[in-house]
């Protein structure tokens, strides 16, 4: 089973700030079969990033997803105050796909 | 739109079953897999099973195996999950999702969920 570590645990920023999250595997992910989720308290989970770096539909370009084999980034480029949440990213290459644990991304 | 949307919240006692739904709409049903994660209170999110709309067949995580059923009737365009011998901490919100690719299996990014059932064991 591929372990995803996260990291930090926690960032507190400031709104218009850059946000950079790291989720590192155990092993390479296959075709970088990587995908981030923002989780706001309460909601469902929303899928951000899928394939280490395509944007889903709707999600504004300040998102950008990068990296490859067992590296890979998260970056919100200014922060906006619906961006203060818990991320998560997700590899599905192998027949048990896995979950880091998330990042907490809070105000400052 | 494209959504899902799920049953309502449920208090089990231990040792009794529960079945979930999610109905699917806005989408062609049987050309995308279903998921399902739940996620327990304060804690992160944790894949349960998939299941095929159109052919029915589903995989489970294997702490699952034998405990959890998933099952569809194309007819209504719903997907169940049931989980029998309820345990104090399988108390959580229990969430479908659909597969983003359409193909990948048993593994997939999931593009949309539904809003997520609370199920209190207790």
């Known amino acids: 089973e591929i372990v995803l570590t996260q990291s930090p645990g926690a960032l507190s920023l400031s709104p218009g700030e850059r946000a950079t999250l790291s989720c590192r595997a155990s092993q390479s992910v296959r075709n970088g079969y990587l995908a981030w989720y923002q989780q706001q308290p309460g909601r469902a989970p929303r899928l951000l990033i899928y394939d280490a770096s395509s944007r889903a539909a709707g999600v504004p370009d300040r998102f950008s997803g990068s990296g490859s084999g067992t590296d890979f980034t998260l970056t919100i480029s200014r922060l906006e105050p619906e961006d203060f949440a818990v991320y998560y990213c997700q590899q599905y290459s192998t027949s048990t796909g896995t979950i880091g644990q998330g990042t907490k991304v809070e105000i400052k | 739109q494209v959504q899902l949307v799920q049953s309502g919240a449920e208090v089990q006692k231990p040792g009794a079953s529960v079945k979930v739904s999610c109905k699917a709409s806005?989408?062609?049903?049987?050309?995308?897999?279903m998921h399902w994660v739940r996620q327990a209170p304060g804690q992160g999110l944790e894949w349960m099973a998939i299941?095929?709309?159109?052919?029915?067949?589903?995989a489970y995580a294997q702490k699952f195996q034998g405990r959890v059923t998933v099952t569809r009737d194309t007819s209504t365009t719903t997907v169940y999950m049931e989980v029998t011998g309820l345990r104090s901490d399988d108390t959580a919100v229990y969430y479908c999702a659909r597969g983003q690719s359409g193909i990948n299996w048993p593994s997939d990014a999931l593009d949309i969920w539904g809003q997520g059932t609370v199920v209190t064991v207790s």
């Open positions: 806005g989408y062609m049903f049987t050309n995308y897999l």
């Open positions: 299941i095929h709309p159109g052919g029915g067949s589903a």
